[in-house]
């Protein structure tokens, strides 16, 4: 069993930044790939960008590419998704997800945690 935990969203500006953080607990759970994923009002949940467990390898919506970064500090077994120049258009309830693949089409993991709802005003 893998229990994750948000933090980080808020109410930023168009153009500003934030940094969402995922906090993993259980015994496996350095051993996942973990990924963001994002859902807005009256839209399906959608891919946003994926780590692998070593932190060597990293996956991006086109959408987010060359504005967000994902990370992970494995000794502290936290995922970090840092957003920057964002848009109103990220608005959305970010999730983090434990198990994702990537290798043909992008697939979450079984494990979600809560979400934290990040707001962009234009």
């Known amino acids: 069993q893998v229990r994750l935990v948000e933090s980080g969203g808020g109410l930023v500006q168009a153009d500003g930044s934030l940094r969402l953080s995922c906090a993993a607990s259980?015994?496996?759970?350095?051993?996942?790939?973990m990924g963001w994923f994002r859902q807005a009002p009256g839209k399906e949940r959608e891919f946003v960008a994926a780590?692998?467990?070593?932190?060597?390898?990293?996956q991006y919506a086109e959408s987010v590419k060359g504005r967000f970064t994902i990370s992970r500090d494995i000794a502290k077994n936290t995922v970090y998704l840092q957003m920057n120049s964002l848009k109103p258009i990220d608005t959305a309830v970010y999730f983090c997800?434990?198990?994702?693949?990537?290798?043909?089409?992008?697939?979450?993991?079984?494990?979600w945690g809560q979400g934290t709802q990040v707001t962009v005003s234009s």
């Open positions: 997800n434990a198990g994702v693949n990537w290798i043909e089409g992008v697939r979450a993991g079984k494990y």
């Open positions: 259980g015994r496996t759970a350095s051993t996942y790939s």
């Open positions: 780590v692998s467990w070593s932190g060597g390898s990293t």
